[in-house]
Structure formats: C-alpha cells, structure tokens
C-alpha cells in the first residue's frame, strides 16, 4: 500500500525568483536594504519548510547579471548580506543536512564573499538532504553563452548534442527546477534558468517575498500538484 506521502506529487526541484524585497520595504517607508535583510530571513525560514516538504532541490535567485545595475549602495549591500549569511548561517543550513551550492559566474564576486561561498560550499559537501542552491551573479543566457564557450574549447568542429551542452552547464547534475514560483506580481522569468525551464510549472503570487510564508509555500505545492505534466506529449 502507498503511504500518503508518497501520492503526493512534490517537486524534485523547487526554484524561487525572490522578488518584492523593495516594494515591501516601501511600503512600510523603510530603506531598500532593510527590505533584502527581510526577505533573508524569510529565506532561511524557508529553508526548513522547503526540507520538510521533502523537496530534494532548492534553488533560489538571489542576485542576477542584470543586478549589478542597480545603485552602488544596494549592490554592495547584497553582497555584504551574502557574505552575513554565510559567516553566521552555514552551520545551521548543514545541520539540516542541507548542501550549499553556487549557481553563476564568479566574475566581479568581492574576493572576501568568494572565499565564504568557497568554504560554504566545501564544509557542507557531503550533505544528501537538500541541494540548497544560491544563483548568485546568475544568468540563463550567461550560463548558456559560457557553456558553448567552453564546449567549443573540449570539442572542436564536431556537431553536438543538447546533453553534450547540459555537461558544460554550471551545475550539471541538479535536475531541472519542477516548480518555478515567483513572488511579487510579475509574470516573468527574468533570465532565470532559462534553458532548464523548458518544462517547468510556474506559479506567480502577488506577495511580496518577505511575506512569503508557510501558507504561501503549501498553496503553491498544492497547485502544483494538481498539475498534468506532459511534456509535449498527449493528454492522457
Ligand atoms: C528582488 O527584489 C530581490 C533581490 C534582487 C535580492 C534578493 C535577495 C535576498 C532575499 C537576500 C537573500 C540572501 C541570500 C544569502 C541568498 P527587488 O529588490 O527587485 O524588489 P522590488 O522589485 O520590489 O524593488
């Protein structure tokens, strides 16, 4: 007999464009960083909630090519968040049993944030539970550009296959996202995973991240659930 748990279609691979940090900030009359602190801490929240689902894959889009346009005292806040996160934060991710993963180019990355993501990244490796994985100086086109870059230079002049260039992705082995939610309003994905969202399901809410909670994250998994995948095949 199956168990309940195992009835219940739940995503391998659950992504998140976390948008909305701004605007729930202004809305309360609050600077923008203190809207980023917010939604960092709804972030770590959510990794717990994400873990219990039992949800194998978590990635997050937390800072994309495009955002290093955005006013020097923003940006810079960010990365200093970031690089918050991971001095005080990694040993309760990795007592989840949670694996800390990077997604983008490490370009323009300040070399002290560099060196915590690198540590980060080693101290939680042989973590099996969850693939908690932070797109940082993410971009779907990017990733796409560096990945026939560097298959050109493993193999020149020979025709290729779309699995000869997933092989050449920033993180090959991670399964593509299932469920792709986006807060904040906006019908979009934004550059995010864009080769690897060819079948994903989106879900938009109008919440602001900040505000994304445990309600917010059951309502999305049940609309997900309800779902026919088809992948381009025939209803069944
Ligand atoms: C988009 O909201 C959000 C970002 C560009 C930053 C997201 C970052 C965090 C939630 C912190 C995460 C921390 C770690 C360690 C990954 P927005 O600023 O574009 O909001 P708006 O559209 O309302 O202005």
């Known amino acids: 007999m199956t168990d309940e748990k195992n009835e219940k279609k739940i995503p391998r691979h659950l992504a998140i464009i976390l ?12 600077p923008r960083l203190m809207g980023h602190r917010a939604g960092l801490r709804k972030l770590e929240d959510m990794v717990r909630l994400v873990k219990r689902e039992g949800i194998r894959y978590f990635s997050v889009y937390a800072f994309s090519t495009e955002n290093w346009n955005r006013p020097l005292m923003e940006v810079t806040g960010l990365m200093r968040l970031f690089a918050y996160y991971l001095r005080r934060k990694v040993e309760e991710v990795k007592a989840e049993g949670a694996r800390i993963r990077f997604c983008g180019r490490r370009d323009r990355i300040p070399e002290d944030l560099l060196k915590q993501m690198k540590w980060a990244e080693e101290h939680t490796k042989d973590e099996k539970i969850l693939d908690f994985i932070l797109c940082i100086n993410y971009g779907g086109r ?37 469920l792709i939610i986006r807060t904040s309003g906006e019908l979009r994905l934004s550059n995010f995973w864009l080769w690897e969202s060819a079948y994903s399901e ?21 609309d997900y659930a309800g779902r026919e995948r088809r992948y381009g095949g025939l209803k069944s």
Do not use: C, M
């Open 202 to 222: 989106y879900y938009f809410t109008d919440i602001h991240w900040p505000d994304f909670g445990e309600n917010e994250l059951k309502k999305a998994l049940a």
């Open 142 to 178: 990017a990733e796409i550009i560096d990945a026939v870059n560097s298959l050109i230079a493993s193999k020149p002049n020979q025709p290729v296959t779309e699995d000869d260039l997933r092989k050449h992705f920033y993180l090959p082995d991670v399964p593509d996202p299932d």
């Open 19 to 30: 948008d909305g940090n701004g605007r729930w900030a202004k809305k309360r009359n609050l």
